[in-house]
């Protein structure tokens, strides 16, 4: 039974501060990097973190915080926190003018997009002019006057002449600034490659919208500015528009200013009442890892991630049948833009099949450059978009890596699209797959699922598929297809010690029903093998199952079955019990 004791709401979905912090919601204090990111040099401030790490939530804090007609707030807000007891000289000190640009339009051609972007440019103006209306004269007036008007960046420069006359400093903070990028980009490939070029670059929208801003700030109306996006693509494009930021995302002293750590978990788990015996997964294999220095201390947990199961959780008392957000899906469309060159998808194959990859970080690139031959650029916007991670260094580079099997089922998934576009005979039916593991997992047989997948998808790869074609390629494209059913939560090399299995098929915790447990070893065979080699592979793979069984992570789980399956060329296989 659940305690009566008076435990905290979970902030899953609301990201503002004032609602969090007066309505008996759990607040992770971050308000200590507040004080750090004051002390910088630097008062233009950039700071990219993966989706759903709390930068709406974070970037809300600093909007109260420094807002002048939040003084009288204050200690109600920020009393008991870090900050609070440490307030810094600029406290209350701004009007605070706030872009959220996560909405804009992108779907529909460069006249929607250009009437989308101005639009949240006017709304953004009339709202921190009708805020501020006891500082600002004739407010009402100059409102009227922008709602007969079109709207367009002239207002903006307007507004800024408005406050310079008024002698109060502004803080502009840009939430999700590169959020249309990625849609820009992909209409591109359909109204043509100068789309995101007009865009973005010359003297395009987006630009000149920097260049405004860049401006305000050279002549000290506007005296600070932080951005955050998921990518440094689109800061880099417009360059010459707003060169003004420092990057701080790879800072070893903000490594943990967004998501989670281990403790900030804990500390949620207790105050909001999820008891260790409901969860049943080990949350660090599913939603932690993240890393964005070298140096950093701790890893971090997506934070969005841990809200969503800790939610699903407390409604039931235990987790929830689907363990993945599924907001997490919508990830893999932002992938597709990056992935139409041959280069990319094999940098994407590689990653997959050796679960990581080693390379340096650019702090800041192009879109251009992603097509380029250096494939540097690519991987970093995949670390800085969450798709990968530093475990360690690597020879003076960095060795980067899936974080956590969140982001795995990312990669499967855009995987197995990209394997149904290149390879259109490859048609599955979930319904037939469902039974096939079923079978697998109530009666402990593998032979239809295995054939199952050989014949509708191995035997149908295109060519580009095929030249990927060994023991790990044929590992991933079954991760692709059996994560697909919720009995199973497949492991990708699952840390036994000694050793790590292909694939661990651990039964999902929701369905107590799925007696059977599975350890699977992958060989591949070439048609010019000879029986001697086949059998050396043979007997390898058997010896790895025995000490993955043995290991003290399975040896004592009850219905556990192993099997070495053997492929010679795509077409036949053998399974070894």
């Known amino acids: 039974m659940m305690s009566t004791k008076n435990f905290k709401r979970l902030p899953l979905g609301n990201a503002e501060f004032k609602s969090v912090r007066t309505e008996d919601y759990f607040y992770v204090d971050k308000t200590r990097y507040i004080e750090l990111l004051e002390r910088e040099p630097a008062k233009s401030q950039l700071f990219i973190r993966p989706r759903r790490f709390g930068k709406s939530l974070f970037l809300s804090t600093l909007s109260?915080?420094?807002?002048?007609?939040?003084?009288?707030?204050?200690?109600?807000?920020?009393?008991?926190?870090?900050?609070?007891?440490?307030?810094?000289?600029?406290?209350?000190?701004?009007?605070?003018?706030?872009?959220?640009?996560?909405?804009?339009?992108?779907?529909?051609?460069?006249?929607?997009?250009?009437?989308?972007?101005?639009?949240?440019?006017?709304?953004t103006i009339r709202q921190f002019l009708n805020k501020y209306k006891n500082i600002f004269p004739k407010t009402e007036q100059i409102i009227d006057q922008m709602n007969s008007e079109s709207p367009g960046l002239a207002q903006l420069e307007w507004t800024f002449s408005i406050v310079q006359s008024a002698g109060v400093k502004i803080f502009v903070i840009i939430d999700e600034y590169d959020n249309f990028a990625s849609g820009l980009i992909r209409f591109g490939f359909v109204e043509g490659n100068d789309f995101y070029t007009s865009m973005v670059k010359n003297n395009g929208l987006v630009r000149s919208f920097y260049a405004t801003i860049k401006k305000a700030v050279q002549n000290a109306i506007v005296d600070r500015t932080f951005i955050t996006g998921i990518s440094p693509v689109l800061l880099d494009d417009f360059t010459s528009g707003y060169n003004i930021a420092e990057n701080l995302s790879?800072?070893?002293?903000?490594?943990?200013?967004?998501?989670?750590?281990?403790?900030?978990v804990e500390m949620l788990k207790e105050a909001a009442g999820v008891e260790d015996q409901w969860i049943k997964i080990n949350l660090e294999y599913y939603y932690n890892g993240y890393l964005f220095n070298k140096k950093g201390k701790n890893k971090m947990y997506n934070s969005s991630m841990i809200l969503y199961l800790f939610n699903q959780?407390?409604?039931?008392?235990?987790?929830?049948?689907?363990?993945?957000?599924?907001?997490?899906?919508m990830d893999t469309g932002r992938l597709e833009p990056f992935t139409k060159n041959e280069r990319n998808r094999n940098t994407l194959i590689k990653i997959l099949t050796d679960g990581g990859i080693v390379s340096t970080i650019e702090e800041q690139f192009s879109l251009e450059k992603l097509n380029w031959d250096e494939e540097s650029y690519f991987i970093s916007l995949l670390f800085y978009m969450g798709f990968l991670t530093i475990k360690e260094s690597c020879n003076g580079e960095l060795r980067l890596v899936i974080p956590n099997f969140s982001i795995q089922t990312v990669y499967w998934t855009h995987l197995r699209d990209l394997i149904t576009k290149n390879s259109p005979e490859v048609i599955i039916s979930t319904d037939e797959l469902k039974k096939v593991i079923a079978t697998a997992a109530m009666e402990g047989e593998i032979q239809s699922l295995v054939d199952y997948i050989s014949k509708n998808v191995f035997n149908k790869l295109s060519d580009f598929d095929l030249l990927h074609f060994d023991e790990k390629y044929i590992k991933v494209m079954f991760l692709c297809y059996l994560f697909l059913n919720p009995l199973y939560i497949p492991m990708s090399e699952y840390e036994t010690v000694p050793g790590r299995s292909d694939i661990f098929l651990q039964h999902n915790p929701k369905y107590p029903e799925a007696r059977y447990e599975w350890v699977w070893e992958f060989k591949y065979c070439k048609t010019h093998e000879t029986e001697l080699e086949i059998e050396a592979k043979r007997r390898?793979?058997?010896?790895?199952?025995?000490?993955?069984?043995?290991?003290?992570?399975?040896?004592d789980r009850p219905n556990l079955k192993t099997a070495l399956i053997i492929f010679f060329g795509k077409n036949k296989y053998e399974i070894v019990m």
């Open 64 to 123: 109260y915080y420094y807002d002048v007609n939040e003084a009288e707030e204050f200690e109600q807000l920020f009393g008991d926190l870090y900050i609070g007891n440490n307030p810094t000289p600029k406290r209350n000190s701004y009007a605070v003018m706030r872009f959220d640009f996560s909405g804009i339009n992108t779907s529909c051609g460069a006249d929607t997009f250009i009437l989308s972007f101005c639009e949240n440019v006017r709304n």
């Open 250 to 264: 790879l800072d070893v002293k903000y490594n943990e200013m967004l998501g989670f750590t281990h403790d900030e």
């Open 313 to 329: 959780i407390l409604k039931t008392g235990e987790p929830p049948e689907r363990l993945i957000d599924p907001n997490l899906g």
């Open 540 to 555: 390898d793979g058997l010896i790895q199952l025995n000490k993955y069984v043995n290991s003290h992570r399975l040896k």
